[in-house]
């Protein structure tokens, strides 16, 4: 089976622009989650969504949002990109909502705003 | 929040046993995890252990967690050159894992 997918896999982008990243979860799996990861740091958490709907939010400022889609895969927007938006995004699929204890992560998409 | 805390490095001899620490902070956690990552990949759910578990064994990994201290650690038996990575521990809140920065671990031939 394949295992989490993400797209693309590098993007560059300028200060200003904005971007859509996507995640398709493992065939069977309900729930998505995004993380976010700065060089050199442990990854921290997004969102988390659940049969379309948002179930869980971290701490981060409004330019990010996101959404899935009736099959289940996501996409995270990123409105008016700073440099600091620079980093590894994972995204993380699970077969149940909040309560799934698995959590499989995708290769993730590399961002670079300069 | 939950705070997590690991080592930065780690370096073992080729063969010989590994052991990652971590604490943290947040008692409410269910599941903690234990991911590995290769430079330029995503992560790798290596294995994971339930709150009321004192110790789980797969293969060559053995977590140990001491829920009274907080401190929860992975050791890997006869570690080998393709062990190298960053190894994190991440415990699991109400909606999200909380990562800590990860323990670079390096095995010297």
């Known amino acids: 089976d394949a295992g989490v997918t993400q797209s693309p896999t590098h993007l560059i982008k300028t200060r200003g622009q904005h971007v859509t990243l996507r995640c398709s979860p493992i065939?069977?799996?309900?729930?998505v989650s995004w993380y976010q990861q700065v060089l050199g740091q442990g990854p921290q958490f997004i969102f988390q969504?659940?049969?379309?709907?948002?179930?869980g939010r971290g701490n981060f400022p409004d330019r990010f949002s996101a959404r899935q889609f009736p099959n289940y895969s996501s996409e995270l927007n990123v409105n008016a990109l700073l440099l600091g938006d620079s980093a590894l995004y994972l995204c993380?699929?699970?077969?149940?909502?909040?309560?799934?204890?698995?959590?499989?992560f995708g290769p993730g998409t590399r961002l670079t705003v300069t | 929040g939950e705070d997590v805390e690991q080592s930065l490095f780690l370096s073992v001899r080729e063969g010989d046993s590994s052991v990652i620490n971590c604490t943290y902070t947040?008692?409410?956690?269910?599941?903690l995890y234990w991911y590995k990552q290769e430079p330029g990949a995503g992560l790798q759910l290596l294995t994971y252990?339930?709150?009321?578990?004192d110790m789980k064994q797969d293969q060559r990994l053995t977590v140990l967690l001491n829920k009274k201290d907080k401190h929860l650690s992975l050791r890997i038996a006869d570690t080998q050159t393709g062990d190298s990575a960053i190894y994190f521990c991440?415990?699991?809140?109400?909606?999200?894992?909380?990562f800590g920065s990860g323990t670079q671990l390096t095995v010297l031939p």
């Open positions: 993380a699929s699970s077969r149940l909502g909040p309560s799934s204890y698995e959590q499989y």
């Open positions: 065939s069977g799996h309900k729930s």
């Open positions: 969504y659940y049969e379309k709907e948002e179930r």
């Open positions: 947040d008692s409410s956690s269910t599941y």
């Open positions: 252990i339930f709150s009321n578990m």
């Open positions: 991440a415990p699991r809140g109400a909606r999200q894992l909380t």
